[in-house]
T-cell receptor
Framework: DTGVSQDPRHKITKRGQNVTFRCDPI?????LYWYRQTLGQGPEFLTY????????KSRLLSDRFSAERPKGSFSTLEIQRTEQGDSAMYLC?????????????FGPGTRLTVT | AQKITQTQPGMFVQEKEAVTLDCTYD???????LFWYKQPSSGEMIFLIY??????QNATEGRYSLNFQKARKSANLVISASQLGDSAMYFC?????????????FGTGTSLTVIP
């Protein structure tokens, strides 16, 4: 197993363009998270999937952001009409089906730069 | 109010010495979990250690231990025998409502530098 993968690793886009990121979790993991991390800050929760269902979404998440996990495997995060404030590292994490405790396994992230 | 507070933006420690990274948390939920992650300059978040709110003993994992003081709502990370490879950002995180909640809250991190 190669762990959580994210694609692309880096993305430079012009303001107003749409971008889409992909996350492939560890194969047996049914839980998937998206986070945003800006310089000097900790990861900020964006959304959570259990299998294909999007169960939680941050209230801070603009409606320009949408995420899907259509078959309960890989997930995509789309940002429409990007703004300079969207520049950040976007992290994906997955967790196995478990009881009370489960750790998150993070991917390497996608660094977005909006010019 | 911040869910997780890390008051040390940067810390220095001599190689082979021990260091404590501070973390306080805020929750009214009796069921929660506390986590520490390491983020090297490469950017990938690495899980280090976990403490559940009902755990009676402090968690330990190799050179990492978690000093859990429930009444003070603190969950400090202790790294013993520091190594040069320990230089990284360290994040404290919490998940509330372990039976139902799924959102993790992270602190702002502490940058640790190990001096040879």
């Amino acid at each position: 197993d190669t762990g959580v993968s994210q694609d692309p690793r880096h993305k430079i886009t012009k303001r107003g363009q749409n971008v889409t990121f992909r996350c492939d979790p560890i194969s047996e993991h049914n839980r998937l998270y998206w986070y945003r991390q800006t310089l000097g800050q900790g990861p900020e929760f964006l959304t959570y999937f259990q299998n294909e269902a999007q169960l939680e979404k941050s209230r801070l998440l603009s409606d320009r952001f949408s995420a899907e996990r259509p078959k309960g495997s890989f997930s995509t995060l789309e940002i429409q009409r990007t703004e300079q404030g969207d520049s950040a590292m976007y992290l994906c994490a997955s967790s196995p089906p478990a009881g009370i405790f489960y750790e998150q396994y993070f991917g390497p992230g996608t660094r977005l730069t909006v010019t | 109010a911040q869910k997780i507070t890390q008051t040390q933006p940067g810390m220095f420690v001599q190689e082979k010495e021990a260091v404590t990274l501070d973390c306080t948390y805020d929750t009214s939920d009796p069921s929660y979990g506390l986590f520490w992650y390491k983020q090297p300059s490469s950017g990938e978040m690495i899980f280090l250690i976990y403490q559940g709110s009902y755990d009676q003993q402090n968690a330990t994992e190799g050179r990492y231990s978690l000093n859990f003081q429930k009444a003070r709502k603190s969950a400090n990370l202790v790294i013993s025998a520091s190594q040069l490879g320990d230089s990284a950002m360290y994040f404290c995180a919490m998940r509330e409502g372990l039976e139902t909640g799924n959102q993790f809250y992270f602190g702002t991190g502490t940058s640790l530098t190990v001096i040879p």
